[in-house]
């Protein structure tokens, strides 16, 4: 299986671009969340500079942040910086939009959102609607400002089958967030592969999957719920009480434990479910390392659900077994000591 990383946008992100290249690496990709972190189009644009060989996404852009000709003109300005290695993964917005005190979209809109990002990437025309006005665009000049030759990836975020219809429909890859059931992935092929074909598109055996989660290694005789462990997987676990704190339906659904995690979350947070500012509480340092009176909340449950943990022998079954189920790529969010990090991940797999 193929090895990446995702980091946040921030100054110095080209360095560890380089040493992800220098490792080998398949590809690094930088979150899209515009109230927590900085802007993925300037901190690609830095690490296209620096590198050579790794391919660079967008994890993930959402209709719900960005027009269509802007975000097109974004990753086709990256293009013209590191011609054909470019990613870009679309979704309906959940947790930037979240962050906001907003709602995600639709996937109807992430379809057309999508559909529309494919044209204007490979220099044809598209649809562009405001209202009641709709208008045929394109890039109206190239050249040295923008490439449109080079074909850049786009992979669909999804955890369900809407989403991975839409990849279907639309020809393109799956990524998904802590998704580490086998038979949660066959699903989303098989939906993939059903919408595909419902279109009347020969399912392309080429497009990729990707994972992203978080890996611990563990020493020798170390407890995999040890306070290092929970360290180095607490930001995918706390994601998801935060999105369980703001969204009562989805906790509702977990467990006794899950639920009363939650609980504690949205008291040490100071906040409800449904207080109008509840965003401004919940998810500031999303993503970020944990502090250490948050320990607590990470369940082991979560961390064995979301993240990798356990031996080098462990871990190599687990990944294999993903592999078996169509995943393509590892992506690991590092949040204590990236460098490290994305070496101990290269040791693993390249």
Known sequence: MRAGVVVTAHPGVEDLAVQAEELGLHSLWINDTPMVHGDPFVALSLCAKATRRIKLGVGVTSPALRSAPAAACGLASLNALAPGRIRCGVGTGNTARRTLGMPPTTAATLERFTAALQDLCAGRS???????RVRDIRFLHTGAHVNTTDPIEFVVAALGPKAAAVAGRRSTGLISFGLLDPTAWRALHHARRHAAQEAHRVPDSHVDSYVVTALHLLDENE???????????G?????LLAFAADTPAFAEQLG?????AVRRLLDRRGTTATAPDRHTKLYPNYLGRIAPQDRDLVVPSLMNTLA??????DLLARITTLEQAGIDELLIQPVIDPPTEMAQLAKLLT
């Open 126 to 132: 598209t649809e562009y609607r405001e209202g009641d």
């Open 223 to 233: 407890d995999p719920h040890s306070d290092t462990a929970r360290d180095a997987t």
């Open 235 to 239: 930001h995918l676990v706390l994601s």
């Open 256 to 260: 006794p434990e899950e639920r009363e």
């Open 308 to 313: 990798l943990v356990g031996t080098r022998d």
